[in-house]
């Protein structure tokens, strides 16, 4: 996991990855290929799902690249096609605020990706201050990484603060 923070007006070429890979953009503002990615938007892209190119507006793209595993790095296309596996792509997107929320609840889930049959999903979740919730089970798949995005999580007495991720 690490955060990328794109300068302005820069482009990363469209490529893809030999791993699974979400990204959650936080900050700034641009494109990847013709979707908008402003905060919070999530997007999935399955091992070998081509994407971009990411376009950084006036104040750069930032964004979380999160990862089950290791990956050797971005193939970048047209130069690298030979590498890619067909057959298998899959790329979700997911925008926050599509839902309202009440800021006088407590608590408020957003589902930014709805489920799938292999139990890939995005939740937002939304407290109040001083709220307690419980988190997804994560017992079962290959984890999920929670991404602070605003204020802080605090998970037996530490506090983790804005844009901290965990695992």
Do not use: C
């Not at 936080?26 to 399955?46: E, F, M, N």
């Not at 006036?58 to 970048?76: C, M, P, V």
């Amino acid at each position: 996991a690490y955060l990328v923070m794109q300068p302005p007006h820069s482009v990363t070429r469209p490529h893809f990855h030999q791993t699974n890979q979400f990204q959650v953009f936080v900050g700034g503002g641009g494109t990847v290929g013709k979707l908008r990615a402003d905060p919070i938007t999530v997007q999935y892209a399955g091992a070998n799902t081509p994407y971009g190119p990411i376009n950084a507006e006036a104040n750069g793209i930032h964004y979380f690249t999160l990862r089950q595993e290791w990956d050797s790095g971005a193939k970048w296309l047209p130069a690298q096609r030979e590498v890619l596996v067909k057959g298998m792509q899959r790329q979700l997107v997911g925008v926050a605020g599509k839902t309202p929320i009440d800021p006088a609840a407590p608590e408020a889930r957003e589902v930014l990706i709805q489920p799938t049959d292999d139990g890939l999903q995005a939740v937002r979740i939304v407290l109040a201050p001083g709220a307690e919730t419980r988190l997804p089970d994560a017992s079962e798949g290959g984890g999920q990484y929670h991404v602070v995005t605003a204020g802080a999580l605090i998970r037996d007495g530490a506090a983790l603060g804005a844009l901290s991720i965990e695992f």
